[in-house]
Nanobody, 127 residues
Framework: QVQLVESGGGLVQAGGSLRLSCAAS????????AGWFRQAPGKEREFVVA????????YYADSVKGRFTISRDNAKNTVYLQMNSLKPEDTAVYYC????????????????????WGQGTQVTVSS
């Protein structure tokens, strides 16, 4: 079982930066792929970025490429999302998610690939 807790959200001006953290409990987290999704009011949850369990590949939505960076520190059981050059359209609740161990599929952008979810953290970007 993996439990996820996000932190680091807040209010920032356009062009600013935030770093989100996702702290995981459970000894298997280092063998799980992890991703970030977001959901804005009135919109469906959308994929943002993911990292595979072996920390060798990352996957980004086109809307955040070049601005967001995902990383993981397995010694700390934590995944990070560094968000730079934030835009008002990045405003959403950001959710951390993890797959089951040793996920080898290719559907990182699909919420169906993930078995564990955090409660979300609000990110608001003002113009």
């Amino acid at each position: 079982q993996v439990q996820l807790v996000e932190s680091g959200g807040g209010l920032v001006q356009a062009g600013g930066s935030l770093r989100l953290s996702c702290a995981a409990s459970g000894r298997t987290f280092s063998r799980c792929a992890a991703g970030w999704f977001r959901q804005a009011p009135g919109k469906e949850r959308e994929f943002v970025v993911a990292i595979n369990w072996s920390d060798t590949s990352t996957y980004y939505a086109d809307s955040v490429k070049g601005r967001f960076t995902i990383s993981r520190d397995n010694a700390k059981n934590t995944v990070y999302l560094q968000m730079n050059s934030l835009k008002p359209e990045d405003t959403a609740v950001y959710y951390c998610a993890a797959t089951s161990p040793y996920y080898t599929g290719s559907r990182y952008a699909s919420w169906r690939a993930y078995d564990y979810w955090g409660q979300g953290t609000q990110v608001t970007v003002s113009s």
